[in-house]
C-alpha cells in the first residue's frame, strides 16, 4: 500500500473518458486495483475514482503531463493521492464529547486514515479528553461580538497546521458565511437528527412528544445556508414508547458518532464528491 495511489476526477459527461483514463494506466505500467464511476443524467457529470498501484517510485510526477492534457481536453479537475498520506483534520467541539472521542478513538486505533495535530472548543470543559489523546486544545470562546475574530483565529490555524478538513463533532455554533466560503467543501458537520426533521434545540425531546418509532443523524458538508448542505450519510436506529427522553439521547449519541466516523473516514479515503446540492460516494 506504501506507493499505492487514488484518483479522482470529475467533468463533463462526454463518450471516451474511462477509455482514456485506463489508457493512461495502461500505457505508464501501473495495474488499476479498484475503480468506480458515476455518469449522472440530472447534471450530466461524471465522477470517478481509481486505487492504481503499486508505482516503482512514491512518485507520480510522471502522471502529470498525459492527466494535465486530458484535464483540457475533457474540461476535468482531477487529483492524484498516496494511499497512504493521512488527511489533516481539525475537530471543533462545544460541551458534548462523544463524537470528538470516537473520532479520537478510532484515530489512535488506526481505524481512521487522519491526523488531528488540534481540537479548537468554544468551551474548555472537553480539553482533559484531548489531551488524554496527546492533542493539543485550543480554547477559542466566542459572542456574537466576537464572532469574525474568532473565527479569523479559526482560519489561521487551518493555515498553521496545514489542514485539510474541518470536522464539526457537535460544535454548537453557526459558521458564518466568510468562514463557510473559505472552507467550501471542506467543513463536515453531524445533525442530531433527520433533516430538515426536528430542527433546533433538544431535537431527541421533540421526537419523544412525537412519538417516532426511529430516530437518525445526518452528516454534511456545510453551507452558508444552516443545515442545508450536501448530504453525505444518514443511519437510523429504532425506538419504542418505552424509552425516555434521555435514553434516546444515548441511543442518538451512538448514531452520531458511528455516522460522523463514517463521513470522515469516506472523505479521508477520497471517495466524496460534490454534485451542486448532492454528492457522490463510492
Known sequence: MASDHILTLSCPDKPGIVHAVTGIFASQGHNILDLQQFSDPVSEKFFMRVHFGPTPTPSTEHLA???????????????????????????MVSKTGHCLNDLLFRAKSGQLPIDVPLVVSNHPDLAPLAQSYGIEFRHLPVTRDTKAAQEEQILALVKEKDIELVVLARYMQVLSPTLCTAMSGRIINIHHSFLPSFKGAKPYHQAYDRGVKIIGATAHFVTADLDEGPIIEQRVARVDHSMSPAALVDEGSNVESQVLAAAVKWYAEQRLFLNNTKTVVF
Open 65 to 91: 503531463a498525459p492527466f494535465d492534457a486530458l484535464a483540457g481536453d475533457y474540461n476535468m479537475t482531477y487529483a492524484i493521492r498516496a494511499v497512504a498520506k493521512k488527511t489533516r483534520v481539525l475537530i
